[in-house]
Structures are given as structure tokens and as C-alpha cells.
């Protein structure tokens, strides 16, 4: 009924490409995926956008810098604590939830044992050494109990991202997108309450409680939909499903900590600038822009990743590639809009964060270049997911890091702006080498199939 609705007041032209895109079952599956990802991202992260300005007003410029150092020394753990789990989950629920229910099972089963494995280890390791990362890596010792209090957030974090990646496995984007809505709006009074009571802790405080309310969502909705499809989520032998930590587990986290990693080290080297945590307060606000815009390929990845592993695993090439370059004209579309609006409205928008933040206009235009060229290459990104060339995508994410690291010692002299050009750059690089290798990929597999084909009818013909 809402699509329908949404659908009527768009212009004929829009309507007519609809229309060609609803004829077509794979293209129709796409869309619906996509559109449900989009909608639940537009009200979550919209929410949480309007938390982050708000907090930024109530702490100011340096403490809202020190939140930033904090979610980035989260994110660089968190690949380390998720081990890959819930692109292995998505790929893996949607390869077999049809054809093998109860491989299924245990996947979900093995997953989420795996998370609290993970993740709670994670949590405990950087519990104890939170003290010595906030005296010694990023000079501000101050943070070290927000650091301890915030490992929560490894844990509920893990299992928040593992539910995550079942469930789109599953195909339940409209499901993910109601919860997306209501975790918003559950959570923009718990941080913005918790920096007002108790400032930086206070706020860390309120990210916990709202990972934790995003977690009972998400179990409660897993179970019923795992029942819907007929899939038993029993432990009962899921331990021979190990496999997939190694399969995706390593890759991923090589990758990932390759990312994560050289942000972390980027911030290390802003914050212990002179006016640091300042200039890390403009690059947090900017960067939320940055989370929001690629957040968007990010769950319309998750509508094309499952039709992407079975397309491959069904060795349907023609219609990988057909997706590929569909969901890189999607992102641009929805993207491209959205950054240049950004760019031309910068000044205004920094203001939302404090009149402090305006003169960081540019920050905040390359930090939206930089989301643009991002979301065009991560479709290429969600190939190698789905055919499972982790380690290529590894080693891809490890060449980014270095060129992102050196690239940062060179334009550390203009703060943020010159880490957000760094970031830039970086992307651009990355891009063009990504796409290309996706392209051949396809091609290359498809030749193979072609290959084995003609073998099979010469051999018939012996």
C-alpha cells in the first residue's frame, strides 16, 4: 500500500522505468529489498543524525571530539569482535534456507553462539586495556572509563550485526526497517538524556542502552521469521558449521581491521596535534554525514547480496552482472543528489552542530565526495562478498588502509580537512581497481561454466 501510494505521485517517466523494473521477477525482488533497506535507513539514521547534533551542541566541539575517538576505536575493534559474521550469515542463510533448512539452522544457530564468543572475549580484552589506549594512544586520560564502559558496546554491537545479517538473509527488509524506525526512536532520548546527565559518560551510557533495545528487537523478530520459513534454529550439531569462521571469519577481519584500522590510526594522528580533539570534533560532525550517506548502499547491499549468492551459486552470470551494474546506477542515483545538495548547503549544515563548526565547511564537502565515490564501488564490494573472494576483498581493503595512512601524514597540516581529502583520495583509487576486478570476475566465471559445459558434451559425444 505504501509503495503503491509513493509510486502514484512520481512523475511519468519514473513510473514507466518502475513499471519495466516490476516485469522483471529478479529486478522486482531488487527493488522491494532495496526499498524497504532505504525507507528503515532514512528514519533510523535520519534519527540518529538529529542525536549527534543535538549532543554536539549540549558538549562542544572538544567532547564531541572525544565521542568520535570513541566510536572509532569501537569500529576498529568491532570487525575484530563481529569475525565476519553477518556477511557470512547473509550469504550463507540466503544460499540454503530453500534448498537445505536445516543447514540453515545451524548456520543462524552456530552465527549467534560464535557472537557471544566473540564478541564477549573482544569486550573483555578491550575492558582491560581501555586505560592504557587512553593514556598513551590518544593522550586524554580521561577517557579511559568511558573506553571500559563503552566495551559494552562490542558485545551488543557483534550480536546486533550477526542478527542483522540473518535476517537479511532471510529477506525481511521490511521487518529490519520497523525495527531500524523504532530503535531510532528509541535511542535519540537515551544519548542526548545521557550526555545532559552525565556528558561524555553519559552518552556512552545511552549508546549501550539503545544497542541493547536494538538486540531484544532483533532476536524477537528472528525467531518468528526463522519459524515463518521453516527453519529449526537448533545447536544440535552447528558446530560442523565452523567452517565459515575460517571461510569468511579471517578474510574478513584482515579486511576489516585493514579499514577500521587505518581510520583509527588517522584520528590517533589528529588528536595528538596541537587543538587535536577540536579539529577531531569537525571530522566527527562531517563524518556523520559520511556513516549516513554510505549507510544507504549498505542496506541496499543487503537486499542485493542474497540475490547476488543465489544468482551465482544457481551460476546465473548474465544476471550478476545484470545486478551489479544496476546497483551501482542506484547508488549513484541515490547518492550523487544528495552529496552535491550537501556540498552546496555545507556551511549550514556545520551550523547545526554549533557556530563553532561552520569554518569546517570544506571538511564536511570532501567527506561527502569521498561517500559519494564509496557507495559507486561498494556494489563491486558485495560481488566478492557473495562469491566468496573474501581474501581478494582483504587484500584490496589492506591496499586502501596504507594509501589512506600515507596520505594522511602528507595533508595532516590542514586538520580535518586534510584527513577527509586523504579519505578521498584513497576511495578513488580503491574504486576504479574494485569495479574493474568485479566486471572480470563475473566474466571469468561464466567462461568457466562455458568451459565445463563444452567438456561435458564433448565427453557425451565420446
Aim: hydrophobic share 50%; glycine share 10%.
Amino acid at each position: 500500500m505504501l509503495i503503491s501510494t509513493i509510486i502514484n505521485t512520481m512523475p511519468p517517466f519514473l513510473r514507466s522505468r518502475i513499471a519495466r523494473v516490476e516485469s522483471s521477477p529478479l529486478g522486482k525482488r531488487l527493488a522491494k529489498g532495496a526499498f524497504w533497506s532505504l525507507l528503515g535507513a532514512l528514519a533510523s539514521r535520519g534519527l540518529n543524525m538529529a542525536a549527534m547534533m543535538i549532543l554536539a551542541r549540549i558538549l562542544g566541539k572538544n567532547e564531541f571530539g572525544e565521542i568520535g575517538v570513541i566510536q572509532s576505536t569501537m569500529g576498529m575493534v568491532q570487525t575484530l569482535a563481529g569475525f565476519g559474521l553477518g556477511w557470512a550469515a547473509t550469504k550463507y542463510v540466503a544460499e540454503f534456507r530453500n534448498s537445505d533448512p536445516a543447514k540453515a539452522g545451524r548456520i543462524i544457530s552456530f552465527s549467534n553462539l560464535a557472537a557471544i564468543g566473540t564478541g564477549g572475549l573482544m569486550a573483555l580484552i578491550f575492558f582491560l586495556a581501555a586505560p592504557w589506549l587512553a593514556a598513551n594512544s590518544l593522550s586524554a586520560p580521561q577517557l579511559s572509563i568511558p573506553l571500559q564502559i563503552s566495551s559494552l558496546i562490542l558485545l551488543f554491537g557483534t550480536l546486533v550485526g550477526t542478527q542483522n545479517g540473518i535476517l537479511a538473509g532471510f529477506e525481511s527488509f521490511r521487518l529490519l526497517a520497523r525495527i531500524g524506525v523504532v530503535s531510532g526512536i528509541v535511542s535519540l532520548p537515551l544519548i542526548v538524556g545521557g550526555a545532559w546527565i552525565a556528558g561524555v559518560e553519559g552518552a556512552v551510557w545511552g549508546l549501550i542502552a539503545a544497542n541493547l533495545v536494538n538486540w531484544v528487537l532483533n532476536y524477537r523478530c528472528l525467531r518468528a521469521e526463522a519459524f515463518r520459513a521453516g527453519v529449526l534454529m537448533s545447536r544440535k550439531g552447528c558446530w560442523q558449521e565452523r567452517a565459515l569462521l575460517w571461510e569468511f571469519g579471517l578474510p574478513t577481519i584482515l579486511g576489516g581491521t585493514a579499514l577500521n584500522g587505518a581510520t583509527w590510526i588517522g584520528t590517533v594522528m589528529l588528536v595528538n596535534r596541537p587543538g587535536g580533539y577540536g579539529e577531531m570534533g569537525f571530522y566527527n560532525a562531517a563524518n556523520q554525514w559520511f556513516s549516513a550517506l554510505l549507510f544507504l548502499p549498505g542496506v541496499i547491499g543487503q537486499a542485493a547480496i542474497p540475490v547476488l549468492s543465489e544468482q551465482i551459486g544457481n551460476r546465473d552470470h548474465d544476471r550478476s552482472k545484470k545486478v551489479l551494474v544496476n546497483s551501482i546506477k542506484l547508488n549513484m542515483v541515490i547518492i550523487f543528489p544528495v552529496a552535491i545538495i550537501g556540498s552546496l548547503c555545507s556551511p549550514w549544515i556545520m551550523t547545526l552542530y554549533g557556530k563553532d563548526f561552520e569554518a569546517a565547511w570544506p571538511t564536511l564537502v570532501v567527506t561527502l565526495i569521498a561517500a559519494a565515490i564509496t557507495a559507486v564501488q561498494s556494489p563491486a564490494a558485495q560481488v566478492l562478498t557473495s562469491s566468496g573472494n573474501m581474501w581478494k576483498a582483504a587484500i584490496m581493503n589492506v591496499s586502501w588502509a596504507l594509501s589512506f595512512i600515507i596520505l594522511s601524514k602528507l595533508l595532516l597540516s590542514w586538520g580535518s580537512l586534510g584527513l577527509g581529502t586523504a579519505r578521498s583520495v584513497a576511495y578513488l583509487v580503491y574504486s576504479l581497481w574494485s569495479i574493474r576486478f568485479a566486471l572480470k570476475l563475473i566474466d571469468r566465471l561464466k567462461n568457466q561454466v562455458m568451459n565445463e559445459v563444452n567438456s561435458e558434451e564433448t565427453c557425451l559425444e565420446h
